[in-house]
């Protein structure tokens, strides 16, 4: 199978892009009749990427992550010009060539692009990720609208295609007034990254719990943003942690002064980077007890976090915001009692670190119980099945 990977936001070996693209490329190699081509942000260097086995096209010009200001009354001559420059970039790659394409991150621009050129492809087979909402990459409300007005109008020309079937993390996909139901998934993993969680997840449940009297750890993930909690985090930090936890950042490669700093500036904090790869991050996830969640309402009402799927198929307990809605409905839905939610602000996070083990004690518990359900979420065999769409 002829499979490309169209990823216009990946450019560095670190994040979710970056996650998805190895486990891809893993599961690729393992099955040995898959030949895999990436489709990448231009500024993507290849050299940055040993190790991973693929053709690589960095040709989309248009950054996946770029942000969008409405800062005057010309956006729809922007957008005309921006979307006729990502469908040049993807009339390079030959699309119908492929048996599969497989866009794990949907960026507006380039979903507008891409619903015009499948228009043109009737037997393309084409499978579309929809994570985060279109206000993601706007500047103002302004921008937000005509952004959600762009990908709403894209999803309604691919959902009219028969090849094309879209999914997210929650089952549904807000576009603005409007909201469109699909498949639910996980971003990907390879077999042998699967078989690594089991047996953590084994090896878990076969220990007996914890000592309560040790200090609970909590890991901090992901970049440190305000829409990550770490603004707020660091408030607690400089005000004093509540006794009996420790604090853990695990921050992603390129925050290595940052980590620095951190690392030590209380008595219960440590802070370290980590290097390429998947099964890095998992092992520093394994390592501590509870995973935090504690983001920004006003970005995570209509986004899941990836990061939360990864802590629920380790078995962790996640501690959380109240108004992160994509967030606890998903922890409804797939993990009942997995998640702990406090107040949204730094009396509420403060509370949740200085929730004492024997109260995450069922929290783990409840994790641990649906981390099968969550792994099965990320069955690589669902987002490569290349039949018709699922009902």
């Known amino acids: 199978m002829k499979l490309l ?24 190699l393992a099955s040995g009749t898959i030949e895999l081509t990436c489709a990448s942000a231009i500024s993507l260097d290849p050299a940055n990427f ?35 420059l990502c469908m040049e970039d993807l009339r390079q790659l ?9 866009m794990p991150t949907a960026y507006p621009i380039h979903l507008a692009a891409l619903s015009m050129c499948v228009q043109q492809l009737p037997a393309l087979r084409l499978r579309v ?26 999803i309604d020309a691919l959902r009219a295609q028969p090849g094309v079937w879209l999914y997210s993390e929650t089952g549904h996909y807000g576009a603005g007034a409007a909201t469109v139901p699909t498949a639910t998934l996980l971003p990907p993993i ?50 004093g942690l509540p006794a009996g936890m420790r604090l853990s950042f695990i921050l992603p490669e390129g925050h290595h002064a940052l980590a620095a700093r951190l690392d030590g500036c209380g008595t219960a904090v440590s802070a370290r980077t980590l290097g390429a790869g998947n099964i890095p991050y998992l092992k520093a996830m394994r390592d501590v ?9 006003a970005v995570y009402r209509r986004q899941m976090s990836g990061i939360v799927a990864d802590a ?29 939610c406090r107040p949204a602000d730094a009396d ?36 490569l099945d290349t039949g018709d769409r699922e009902a």
């Open 190 to 239: 390879a077999a042998g990254t699967r078989d690594w969680l089991l047996d953590q997840l084994a090896r878990q449940q076969a220990l007996d719990d914890r000592p309560a009297d040790r200090p609970v750890v909590f890991g901090y993930f992901g970049d440190p943003s305000t829409r990550k909690g770490f603004e707020l985090l660091m408030h607690c930090v400089q005000n």
């Open 312 to 340: 629920l198929c380790l078995g962790k307990p996640v501690l959380t915001a109240e108004g992160c809605e994509a967030i606890l409905a998903f922890g409804t839905r797939e993990a009942a009692g997995a998640l702990h």
């Open 348 to 383: 509420g996070l403060l509370q949740g670190l200085g929730t004492p083990w024997t109260a995450w004690r069922a929290h783990r518990r409840a994790a641990l119980a649906s981390a099968h359900r969550v792994l099965e979420l990320k069955r690589m065999e669902r987002h």
């Open 289 to 297: 007890d509870v995973v935090l969640a504690f983001y920004d309402p």
């Open 129 to 154: 990720g929809l994570l985060m909402p279109p206000t993601f990459w706007a500047c103002d409300a302004q921008a937000a609208a005509w952004l959600e007005q762009l990908t709403h109008g894209a």
């Open 5 to 28: 990977l169209l990823d216009p936001g990946l450019s560095t070996r670190s994040g979710h892009n970056a996650a998805t693209l190895e486990e891809v490329a893993a599961h690729a």
């Open 94 to 102: 030959d699309l119908a060539g492929y048996d599969l394409v497989l």
């Open 50 to 84: 040993g190790g991973i086995a693929c053709t690589w096209r960095p040709v989309f010009r248009l950054h996946g992550y770029s942000r969008f200001l409405n800062d005057s009354d010309s956006h729809e001559a922007l957008l005309r010009r921006l979307t006729a």
